[in-house]
T-cell receptor, first 115, second 112 residues
Framework: GEDVEQSLFLSVREGDSSVINCTYT??????LYWYKQEPGAGLQLLTY?????DMKQDQRLTVLLNKKDKHLSLRIADTQTGDSAIYFC???????????????FGQGTELSVKP | DGGITQSPKYLFRKEGQNVTLSCEQN?????MYWYRQDPGQGLRLIYY???????QKGDIAEGYSVSREKKESFPLTVTSAQKNPTAFYLC???????????FGPGTRLTVT
């Protein structure tokens, strides 16, 4: 079945790097996404990686994908207090031809950045 | 500015009442989605619609209903049949045929 797993909490010091990990189960996933949710708000799309890529870098964000192990990670360099939020990974699956896919979300990792 | 709006931000209802949550988008997206979020859990898909006048059940549709009469609007009704309706509800939209979903700010529903 489809399942996405994340650890629930991560605490880092300001200026350190944060690494948020995610495992997924559906090997046919086309895209994998990272979303950020600040308290009481909707989800903001941070970045995504296509399943045939190993790595994608976007300013302070680096996404690594190990397709063999079905493991995805998000690294935030020079973490700031404004990065404190819940981070969700999501895999896309497409059970229907020519239709938009379903996103399966992990439980979210709450990142706490201490000054 | 293009975006997705959900109203109201907070909603309170008595048990046994139906309540409708609004979702409007001006992104010209064909597809729209409703999710439910509970503490410590990921988002769970309630209903989605790929095109006007068509919608499908998601993973937890029981006790909910939707309509899609206009491209811009996808209201969700939480009926009295929903056993545990208190939650944070998120609406999203995407270009049809893609997975990149954009989210609204959410509505927190409390039923007592």
């Amino acid at each position: 079945g489809e399942d996405v797993e994340q650890s629930l909490f991560l605490s880092v010091r300001e200026g350190d790097s944060s690494v948020i990990n995610c495992t997924y189960t559906d090997s046919s996933s086309t895209y994998l996404y990272w979303y950020k949710q600040e308290p009481g708000a909707g989800l903001q799309l941070l970045t995504y990686i296509f399943s045939n890529m190993d790595m994608k870098q976007d300013q302070r964000l680096t996404v690594l994908l190990n397709k063999k192990d079905k493991h995805l990670s998000l690294r935030i360099a020079d973490t700031q207090t404004g990065d404190s939020a819940i981070y969700f990974c999501a895999e896309s699956i497409r059970p229907w031809v020519n239709q938009g896919g379903k996103l399966i979300f992990g439980q979210g990792t709450e990142l706490s950045v201490k000054p | 500015d293009g975006g997705i709006t959900q109203s109201p931000k907070y909603l309170f209802r008595k048990e046994g009442q139906n309540v409708t949550l609004s979702c409007e988008q001006n992104l010209n997206h064909d597809a729209m989605y409703w999710y439910r979020q509970d503490p410590g859990q990921g988002l769970r898909l309630i209903y989605y619609s790929q095109i006007v006048n068509d919608f499908q059940k998601g993973d937890i549709a029981e006790g909910y209903s939707v309509s899609r009469e206009k491209k811009e609007s996808f209201p969700l009704t939480v009926t009295s049949a929903q056993k545990n309706p208190t939650a944070f509800y998120l609406c999203a939209s995407s270009i049809r045929g893609t997975d990149e979903q954009y989210f609204g700010p959410g509505t927190r529903l409390t039923v007592t």
